[in-house]
């Protein structure tokens, strides 16, 4: 087995173990999902009543519960099966429009078996960074989706949310002893970033693996394998109590921690007359 397989395989292990510890603390959405994630995800897709859509990396199904909920089909798809059937348990009254299966999504043959031009859109909420490779994925997507489907995906925004980024507060004292805190991100690189663990909530088990791609790399194997750029958003949380001293994204209203993108074929080149 070579290394990338050994840390496919490290990672499904680490989701494995620490996916009922998520289950419990996702529910139907954290923060993140009910304020960032999800209203964006949602804008972008435009989920039209009798749509396929390919959940890419469904965890507990949150999602994919969401988009069966406006109407839609949905194909959920997950290399984790501890976290597939957490899901099933929690979407017990839309089975007949969720369909959960065990899905590699760094196998393309995996992927193209789901069946050619079967899907109006694949959405892909923050899984991209947990992927040691996404190439296959993406290659696939292209064959995967209808000819005017779309490909929308949320992600920890490269250049302010990553393994190189850290939340830090600094307190100052005016002239009148009034105290302020200002709230930053300390960014210590960012084109180059190597892959390694890190936290994704307070009190799990374990961390688990971030792979980290500047813009022009995540993007640039989307534009490779012949999807465009359509629309993009960059969504952060409203702020807290200026009082508030905790290291928080809310603290940093102006700086988006997330980045939701939605790519779509590129069109054919008319023939030349």
């Known amino acids: 087995?070579?290394?990338?397989?050994?840390?496919?395989?490290?990672?499904?292990?680490?989701?494995?173990a620490k996916a009922e510890f998520w289950d419990e603390r996702m529910g139907e959405g954290n923060a993140f999902q009910l304020e960032l994630i999800g209203p964006a995800v949602e804008r972008l897709l435009s989920v039209r009543s009798g749509e396929h859509i390919l959940d890419v990396g469904c965890g507990n199904g949150v999602t994919s519960r969401r988009l069966a909920h406006l109407g839609a089909r949905v194909l959920a798809i997950d290399?984790?099966?501890?976290?597939?059937?957490?899901?099933?348990?929690?979407?017990?009254?839309?089975?007949?429009?969720i369909d959960y299966r065990l899905v590699d999504a760094t196998n393309e043959e995996q992927l193209l078996a789901l069946g050619k031009g079967q899907f109006d859109a694949i959405v892909c909420n923050m899984v991209l960074m947990d992927m040691p490779v996404i190439a296959p994925l993406v290659r696939a997507a292209v064959q995967l989706l209808t000819p005017t489907g779309r490909f929308v995906f949320a992600v920890q925004h490269p250049a302010f949310n990553s393994n190189a980024v850290r939340l830090c507060a600094e307190t100052q004292t005016r002239s009148d002893g009034l105290e302020l805190t200002r709230h930053a991100v300390k960014v210590s690189d960012y084109l180059v970033v190597p892959a390694g663990k890190g936290?994704?909530?307070?009190?799990?088990?374990?961390?688990?693996?971030?792979?980290?791609?500047?813009?022009?790399?995540?993007?640039?194997?989307?534009?490779?394998?012949?999807?465009?750029?359509?629309?993009?958003?960059?969504?952060?949380?409203?702020?807290?109590?200026?009082?508030?001293?905790?290291?928080s994204w809310r603290n940093l209203p102006g700086i988006p921690p997330i980045l939701v993108a939605r790519f779509v074929p590129r069109p054919l080149a008319e023939p030349a007359r």
Not at 1 to 10: K, Y
Not at 79 to 97: G, I, N, T, V
Not at 224 to 231: E, T, Y
């Open 1 to 16: 087995m070579d290394a990338q397989a050994r840390l496919v395989d490290e990672v499904r292990n680490v989701w494995d």
């Open 79 to 97: 290399s984790s099966s501890r976290f597939l059937e957490l899901a099933r348990l929690r979407s017990q009254d839309l089975l007949e429009c």
């Open 199 to 247: 936290p994704g909530m307070p009190g799990e088990p374990e961390p688990h693996w971030y792979f980290h791609r500047p813009l022009h790399e995540l993007f640039g194997v989307f534009f490779q394998a012949g999807f465009v750029l359509d629309a993009l958003e960059e969504p952060a949380l409203a702020s807290a109590d200026e009082n508030q001293h905790e290291l």
